[in-house]
């Protein structure tokens, strides 16, 4: 039943290296943004947190599709680029790593703003008060004692990514090696009647998206910082 | 050395601070009012936690803000201990009381970790988890913490609020220890005029957002109404040296001319220079030095004011032999019987007193 064709492996690495630069990208991002979201609740804190949840209520399609129009060929983004002599985003890898990070953001965002919140200003306020400076804070008292919460942050965005389909259809359709991915790939199987080869995917998907979330949720008991 | 400071902020509706003062800064300056009053927001802005539009914090020569410029909290080397224990808990005890030494530079180390430990008495827990510590050892790392970094000024937020009468009066004495001999003045915020008589030399009596005014801990204490003094009313304040105990126990304390015989056994032996605390009330004056009687200690003083009475007991102040103000409460009939007033030499009789540090 396990037996992968060089079209699986191909799906298979374009997929974790999707997720991989994915939670990359997402946990540089979603750092400052989260700390920022933690320290306050004003009205524009709560207009940019409701903004970052849309993917979360969103059918993917909608997202997929206006990222297709701001990125394809016509869009305001993929014009500019191809007027500066680069190619478009829509049916590229760049482009469904783009999609993932703005459709995976609530799931790392949220559990990052969770443990900066619970951390509180006190750690750092004492840490600025013996001499740390923003980086020195962050590496010795922001990151140990929100460890958990950036744990939770890259497995969810990491799992996330691995179970995106609709936006990668709407924006990357379907080239192998390029946007190609495992869910997408199941698509095409179970549609050409290939039910041996869905099932070994899906099967594998399974098992990975229990084991990450059982991980999550261990962790989440251990530190106590998030709640999802 | 002085610390100027002009600020002017607004936190919703009901808030206000509004500040210009230059406050001297030589020992202990104790932050005083109610709470809500903004004496905790005024520490935040000293330590630039707050930074309010506008606001100019100068100390001694340095511009702290002023306009655009802004020096952030972990270049003004200011050492902050908060009210209720600010360890940081994923280092062990060592690491916290290490912390901010080793981000020091050398050159600017002017206190080591083997004298400090040695002062606050922490030697033997340098090795314990911080959830091995009780609320006590907690602070007093906390204060350990921030005079490694050999800070050119301590601020206490309510160091003590959060502890029990208990451990208040074990963490007292390394207070006051520390403010005596760390030579870094030291700004506290306090509620409490327990607190404030203990540690203080000076007292900024803070409401509603500003600063009421500012007085030397003496001058606080002479005023009858002062909001220093708690429901017990009226006390004083005497500084002097405590001398050994003779056979009979009891120690001498202040000059010949003013002498007095403790026989507290709370007394810890070898303790000098010290503040006791006398209640007005425990206070009574004699026109003549009596022989037969009870009260063994009796001072010569000179009446130099005797306040209007409230509720029939008047407060009356009289300079002791060292030149210090004791108060003494007695009735107003008693003042008119006796013929007090101003400039006349009478006897003090002082039935207890209370040792503060």
């Known amino acids: 039943m396990f037996q992968l064709g060089p079209a699986e492996w191909q799906a298979i690495e374009v997929t974790f290296k999707l997720c991989l630069y994915t939670t990359i990208i997402l946990l540089l991002l979603a750092t400052p943004l989260s700390w920022w979201l933690a320290q306050g609740r004003t009205q524009f804190r709560t207009v940019v947190q409701a903004i970052v949840a849309l993917p979360l209520v969103l059918p993917p399609t909608v997202l997929g599709f206006y990222l297709l129009i701001t990125l394809g060929p016509r869009g305001v983004v993929g014009q500019t680029l191809q007027d500066l002599g680069f190619q478009h985003l829509a049916f590229s890898f760049e482009g469904i790593l783009i999609a993932s990070v703005i459709y995976s953001m609530p799931f790392a965002v949220q559990p990052l703003t969770e443990a900066f919140r619970n951390l509180g200003r006190r750690p750092v306020e004492v840490a600025s008060s013996l001499g740390a400076g923003a980086w020195d804070r962050f590496r010795t008292v922001i990151f140990p004692l929100s460890r958990g919460g950036f744990v939770v942050a890259a497995t969810l965005t990491f799992a996330h990514t691995l179970g995106e389909f609709g936006v990668i259809l709407m924006l990357g359709g379907s080239i192998p090696g390029e946007t190609k991915v495992l869910s997408v790939l199941i698509y095409d199987h179970a549609e050409a009647m290939n039910y041996d080869a869905a099932h070994s995917l899906s099967l594998m998907l399974l098992i990975f998206a229990f084991v990450t979330l059982f991980v999550v949720y261990s962790i989440n008991r251990r530190f106590e910082v998030a709640k999802l | ?357």
């Open chain 2, 1 to 357: 050395m002085t610390l100027y400071l002009q600020a002017h902020l607004r936190h919703g509706k009901d808030f206000e601070l509004k500040v210009n003062h230059e406050l001297p800064l030589e020992g202990v300056t104790a932050l005083f009012g109610r709470s809500g009053c903004g004496k905790t927001t005024l520490l935040r802005i000293i330590a630039g936690l707050e930074r309010p539009k506008g606001a100019v914090v100068r100390f001694g020569g340095q511009h702290w803000q002023r306009g655009r410029q802004f020096l952030p909290l972990h270049k003004r080397r200011i050492g902050l201990v908060f009210q209720e224990h600010s360890l940081l808990p994923h280092l062990s005890a060592r690491e916290n009381l290490l912390y901010g030494y080793q981000r020091t530079p050398p050159e600017q180390r002017r206190l080591h970790p083997d004298e400090v430990t040695a002062m606050l008495g922490i030697e033997h827990l340098l090795d314990r988890r911080i959830d091995q510590l009780s609320g006590g050892q907690r602070q007093r790392f906390s204060l350990g913490r921030a005079l490694l970094i050999s800070p050119q000024l301590l601020l206490l937020d309510e160091p003590m609020a959060a502890l029990d009468t208990q451990t208040k009066r074990e963490i007292m004495p390394f207070l006051a220890r520390m403010a005596a001999e760390s030579g870094v003045p030291i700004v506290m915020v306090s509620h409490s005029p327990d607190e404030v008589t203990r540690l203080a030399d000076r007292v900024v009596f803070m409401q509603n957002g500003q600063i009421q005014n500012v007085e030397t801990l003496r001058e606080a204490l002479a005023r009858p109404d002062s909001p220093l003094f708690d429901d017990a009313g009226a006390a004083s304040v005497l500084e002097g040296t405590l001398g050994e105990a003779g056979e009979d126990n009891a120690r001498p304390f202040g000059p010949p001319e003013a002498r007095l015989w403790l026989t507290s056994s709370a007394l810890a032996a070898g303790m000098n220079r010290t503040r006791i605390s006398i209640l007005a009330r425990d206070v009574s004056l004699s026109l003549v030095d009596p022989q037969h009687i009870s009260i063994q200690n009796h001072l010569p003083v000179t009446i130099e004011r005797i306040d209007p009475p409230r509720d029939n007991r008047c407060v009356v102040a009289c300079r002791t032999a060292d030149g210090q103000l004791l108060l003494a409460e007695i009735t107003a009939r008693a003042v008119q019987q006796l013929g007090l007033a101003t400039g006349k030499q009478v006897y003090a009789l002082i039935k207890s007193v209370a040792l503060l540090a």
